[in-house]
């Protein structure tokens, strides 16, 4: 499913409802610069506008912010997938990641990245990938930049 109707999102955010059917919300968020040698993964998990689950890592340079932005999808999937939870609404604010992700057309740039996601999808009871603008992905991304800043790499998962 892909939600690309900005208002409907802003809506849904603004009163704290999460996503329909009572499934969680995360969102996900990289950053990526030519400079840096290392990328910054952030995701936040939400149940209504509470945060369940706090993600930051920081891995090797990917090959571009694409790239970066899926591999974070695929991190935020794993560590939610292995804690159990099953119903979950994926939030992005890359356009083109979301639209990559739900269409059938292949992308051999990013097959490797493609194939890990459609295989973790199969762990979930329900699995969707949203647009979001990028003034509502505003935690994932402070904790993509936050991570990218640090100077090794490192994975913090905070579960409150």
């Given at each position: 499913?892909?939600?690309?109707d900005e208002t409907h999102e802003e809506t ?96 051999p740039a990013l097959a490797p990245e493609l ?46």
């Amino acid at each position: 499913m892909v939600g690309t109707d900005e208002t409907h999102e802003e809506t849904q955010q603004a009163h704290g409802t999460s996503a329909a059917n009572g499934r969680w919300r995360c969102q996900v968020d990289a950053s990526w610069t030519e400079q840096d040698t290392g990328t910054g993964l952030g995701f936040t998990l939400l149940e209504e506008n509470t945060e369940i689950v706090v993600g930051q890592r920081k891995v090797r340079r990917s090959n571009s912010p694409l790239h970066a932005e899926a591999e974070c999808l695929v991190w935020a999937m794993e560590e939610l997938s292995g804690r159990g939870f099953k119903h979950v609404n994926f939030e992005s604010d890359c356009q083109q990641l979301v639209q990559i992700v739900t269409s059938p057309k292949a992308w051999p740039a990013l097959a490797p990245e493609l194939d890990d996601i459609q295989l973790l999808r199969s762990s979930f009871s329900l699995f969707s990938l949203c647009f979001i603008s990028r003034s509502l992905n505003l935690h994932a991304d402070s904790l993509a930049k936050e991570a990218r800043s640090r100077d090794s790499p490192f994975i913090l998962v905070d579960v409150k």
